[in-house]
């Protein structure tokens, strides 16, 4: 048997309960209840030594005394019982195996030791095991009709498939789906996830036909560069709509850096990016997009044509769509003299499209008609309520119509009374017309579409390769940082891995005394400023380490004197600047990410980092379209541009540094965070006059 085939948990031809059970109110019996309800289409095979039947289906004393073949096993007995079912299921021939069980390696050590022990016991047989603690999985294809699951939803099959870390949150969105009559495909939940990964699962719905769109909800990784493999593959074929938890989590509490101070739950985020997969961070909100992508077609563009038959619902929508990134444009002469010919007297004939209250099918198909037609349009926002004195169901035929032939998406701000228009509504939802009760709710699902579409069409760019770069020499550095066990390099180790790294940074020296900081300063000349180095001085200027605009060699006698007084540190060295103009101060900053490599941080520097927070990450190594995007990402992207008097920053330079700064952790995956900042920028120059590696 192929080992990595999942298809024995979807498509299972006959299923085994271990462990199950008379009593209505366990798992053992549920499971049972619900193959039978959803008409699995195979034998079922309860095992139980205790009793002869359950549910009126024979029980077996164990698996072995099965005479059929058994594809698919649950087994819900107690955790020390587990792995010699496991054996048996192996002798029998069992090729896969769902643990709903509870009480393993989320219980510590004893638990994990069952767990190693089950796993072994599999791997031997080639069985593949979901959980165990999980829920399991679902396949509504009538073919199946596969509940292997003890949860409560009701389904009805559907092109929407779920992947859950939490049972609890897919039992959530099957049931939010259920209750919008949105049918499913495949559902899963892994539990902890000993054998069969969320990726594999994921890989799985990827090469499943019946699936259009995939709904992914994640705690957590065990396997991140796995995980982005697979989703990258899978993104591209279809949508993966995700959402995770703990995106508050504080990533790095006792972080050296400013960069790993700030990055702090964004890792989840970042990776979804990367793979391509649209990101969410409402429950309700990626439900409601899966139901519009579950029907709907992908718009190409952003432009929205928007048809009403009331004005203020519409009115809500437009902002709702146009802070969600959306367009309205003008539509065309052209579509302006057909629709005069076509609509009432009073509808109002531009984009928003008025209809009016009175309008019936023949203007609503019109309408639909010609917005689809517009070649500026890429999807059609609806609002339709339901007026008593119009043909309802005709227009409602009409929308449905339309809508079959796939030419753009269509989403309905749908306003009535569901038990009087009963058949109205039965006529949208047969026709697959994503329809929401709240103007805002319909908007944000169509504002997804068209942002799966730029996430589709983005461009990934290419990683620069640096010719001028002095590899050996940072290796010199980085060696003897290492040899002498070093965590927080000294100044002089930074600029020398950057210097080596093109990366251009202020003139600098460094002076141990008074009197070597005055040589050095007539060196570099005035005016300039003087830093303490101290590999206990986190930030230099809390402390009074950073004079600035020092102007003559007295001014540095008493600046040098001043700090050796005030600091006393035994490794205290000066670090002498050249002075540079007022500039905008920019930071940009690495942080090591276990399993996954390294993050970089571009944003708004200086000493208020912490308190603007105006930073955005991407996972390296970092493309020249990334580094790009990630000015233009920061809420504060306008001050980079001309702004009051002061001429825009050169941004090649900065993207330039962000790509070489990518090289360098890439060719020093050792490097744990770095700091630039500030960078000074203008139209001329850009240059670190701060920075900090720790290993
Ligand atoms: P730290 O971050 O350790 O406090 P910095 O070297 O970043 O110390 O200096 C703090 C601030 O001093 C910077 O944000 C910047 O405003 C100013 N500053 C530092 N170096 C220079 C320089 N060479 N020219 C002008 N201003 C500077
Ligand atoms: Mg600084």
């Given amino acids: 048997m192929n080992k990595d085939n999942l298809n024995y948990f979807y498509e299972p031809k006959s299923i085994a309960l271990i462990g199950a059970s008379v009593k209505e109110l366990s798992i053992g019996n549920i499971i049972i209840k619900n193959l039978v309800h959803y008409g699995f289409t195979g034998p079922i095979y309860p095992i139980n030594p205790k009793v002869d039947e359950i549910r009126g289906i024979k029980a077996y004393p164990s ?26 299921c192996g002798k029998k021939g069992v090729k896969a195996i769902i643990i709903n069980t509870a009480g393993f390696k989320e219980m510590g050590a004893e638990g994990q030791a069952l767990e190693d022990d089950f796993l072994a016991r599999a791997k031997k047989y080639g069985i593949r095991i979901i959980g165990p603690n999980c829920q399991g999985t679902i396949n509504s294809d009538p073919k199946f009709n596969a509940y292997c699951n003890f949860t409560f939803t009701f389904y009805k099959p559907g092109s929407i498939s779920i992947v859950a870390q939490s049972g609890g949150v897919g039992a959530l969105i099957m049931q939010v789906l259920h209750d919008m009559e949105i049918g499913l495909r495949l559902y899963s939940s892994n539990g902890n996830g000993s054998d069969v990964s969320i990726s594999e699962i994921l890989k799985y719905y990827g090469d499943d036909e019946g699936t259009k769109v995939i709904i992914l909800y994640l705690e957590s990784l065990s396997n991140t560069k796995e995980f982005m493999e697979v989703a990258m593959e899978v993104a591209a074929k279809k949508p993966i709509l995700a959402i995770s ?29 990367k793979a391509g997969i649209l990101s969410f961070s409402n429950l309700e909100e990626i439900c409601h997009a899966a139901i519009a992508f579950s029907s709907q077609p992908i718009p190409n563009g952003s432009n929205v044509g928007m048809i009403t ?34 609509m009432l007297e009073q509808a109002s004939i531009n984009n928003p499209l008025d209809v009016v209250a009175t309008a019936g099918a023949a203007h609503f198909k019109s309408a639909i008609e010609v917005m689809m037609n517009e070649e500026q349009i890429d999807g059609i926002y609806l609002t339709f309520v339901t007026p ?65 579409n730029e996430i589709r069409s983005r461009k990934k760019g290419s990683i620069k390769t640096f010719t001028d770069i002095n590899k050996g020499k940072a290796k010199a550095v980085f060696d003897s940082v290492k040899a002498q066990g070093k965590e927080v390099l000294t100044a002089k180790d930074v600029y020398e891995i950057l210097e080596a790294y093109k990366i251009p ?23 300039l400023v003087i830093k303490a180095d101290s590999k206990k001085i986190i930030h230099k200027s809390d402390v009074g380490g950073v004079a600035i605009n020092i102007k003559n060699a007295e001014e540095v006698r008493t600046v040098v004197q001043n700090m050796q007084n005030k600091l006393q540190q035994p490794d205290l060295k000066f670090f002498i600047q050249e002075f540079l103009p007022e500039s905008r101060e920019l930071i940009i900053g690495v942080k090591e990410e276990e399993g996954l490599g390294h993050l970089i941080m571009f944003g708004m520097g200086g000493v208020m980092v912490e308190v603007y ?83």
């Fill in 505 to 527: 940074i202020a003139k600098w020296s460094i002076a141990k005394t008074v009197d070597e900081a005055v040589i050095e300063a007539e060196k570099i000349g005035f005016p």
């Fill in 63 to 88: 698996i072995m005394d099965v005479p059929g073949e058994v594809e698919l096993a649950h087994i819900v007995i107690p955790p020390p019982f587990v792995p010699e079912e496991v054996e048996n």
């Fill in 613 to 695: 927070k105006d930073v955005v990450f991407k996972i390296a190594p970092t493309t020249d379209v990334e580094a790009n995007e990630m000015l233009e990402n920061i809420k504060s992207a306008a001050l980079l541009n001309d702004f009051r008097g002061k001429k825009g920053i050169d941004k090649g330079k900065v993207s330039e540094i962000l790509q070489r700064i990518s090289t360098l952790v890439n060719d020093f995956p050792e490097i744990k965070e770095l700091d630039l900042n500030p960078i000074f920028a203008n139209e001329n120059r850009v240059c670190a006059v701060d920075a900090r590696i720790i290993m």
């Fill in 309 to 342: 038959n009331t004005g203020g619902p519409a009115i809500i929508a437009t902002d709702e769509l146009v802070s969600c990134g959306m367009a309205m444009p003008p539509i065309s002469e052209k579509a302006k003299a057909e629709l005069k010919q076509t």
């Fill in 388 to 452: 008593p004195f119009v043909d309802c169901v005709s227009v409602a035929k009409e929308i449905a119509e339309i809508s079959k032939k796939q030419i753009k998406p269509i989403v309905c701000n749908y306003i009535t009374d569901k038990q009087n228009w009963g058949e109205t509504s039965k006529i949208l939802a047969d026709g697959g017309i994503p329809c929401f009760d709240y103007p805002e709710t319909a908007a944000k699902a169509l504002s997804s579409l068209s942002k799966y």
């Fill in 245 to 273: 938890a703990g995106r508050t989590e504080k990533g790095a509490a006792a972080s050296k850096s400013h960069t790993g101070g700030l990055a702090g739950g964004v890792t989840m985020e970042l990776i979804f990016q």
